[in-house]
């Protein structure tokens, strides 16, 4: 099968500008990951989709990040206006949410961000 | 709240050497862990994933990892290293709600 798909696979932008991500899930699953890796550290999960539906936005910066998952299946993600420190990997993820507990997570490549 | 912590941020081993990275979990209910890795320029790559059939799990590569209650660990091992494990590895718990949390990375360097 697919797997999941992300574009573009790097971006290098000027503070202030504006830049969106996309990502395609792997056919079928249900939920949609956006996490931020920030050069040395592991994944934060940034948004968490459920179909179309929003389950935890808690870390997201919501002033200047945005995300939307229309139709439920293909995502974007916005950064206006982008920071220096935004400057870091963007990851999506899905995984379906059968019955069982250890459905783990399929990642993208990745989008790299450098913010100058 | 559920959580892992990986001790060692960087771990190198001679080729041919026993891999082992850390990894320690806070949980007050059976934990859901997984082992990924992510090599250069790539997204993370699932190694294993604790199923509760066994403490002892088995994953690709050649990599398995031990799951201890009494310990709270899921320790990551590979009895001889290869130049091409050289890579980033990261411990996961998933939470209730499909919510998935990972450790700070260990870089594993593989010493020819």
């Known amino acids: 099968e697919a797997g999941v798909a992300q574009s573009p696979r790097y971006k290098i932008i000027e503070k202030r500008q504006s830049v969106a991500f996309w990502c395609n899930p792997i056919?079928?699953?249900?939920?949609l990951y956006w996490y931020q890796q920030i050069l040395g550290q592991g994944p934060k999960l940034l948004i968490q989709?459920?179909?179309?539906?929003?389950?935890?936005d808690s870390q997201l910066p919501k002033d200047r990040f945005s995300a939307e998952r229309l139709k439920g299946v293909d995502s974007t993600l916005k950064i206006q206006p982008a920071k220096l420190e935004d400057s870091a990997v963007y990851l999506c993820a899905s995984s379906s949410i059968g019955a069982s507990s250890y459905n783990e997570q399929f990642f993208g490549p990745g989008t790299r961000l450098t913010v100058l | 709240a559920q959580s892992v912590t990986q001790l060692g941020s960087h771990v190198s081993v001679s080729e041919g050497a026993l891999v082992l990275l850390r990894c320690n979990y806070s949980?007050?209910?059976?934990?859901?862990l997984f082992w990924y890795v992510q090599y250069p320029n790539q997204g993370l790559q699932l190694l294993l994933k604790y199923t509760s059939a066994a403490t002892l799990v088995k994953g690709i590569n050649g990599f398995e990892a031990e799951f201890k209650k009494s310990e709270t660990s899921f320790h990551l091992t590979k009895p001889s290293a290869h130049m091409s494990d050289a890579a980033e590895y990261f411990c996961?718990?998933?939470?209730?709600?499909?919510?998935?949390?990972f450790g700070t990375g260990t870089s594993l360097t593989v010493i020819p």
């Open positions: 989709f459920q179909n179309n539906g929003v389950v935890d």
């Open positions: 949980s007050s209910v059976p934990p859901y």
């Open positions: 056919s079928g699953h249900a939920t």
């Open positions: 996961a718990v998933r939470r209730t709600g499909n919510q998935f949390y």
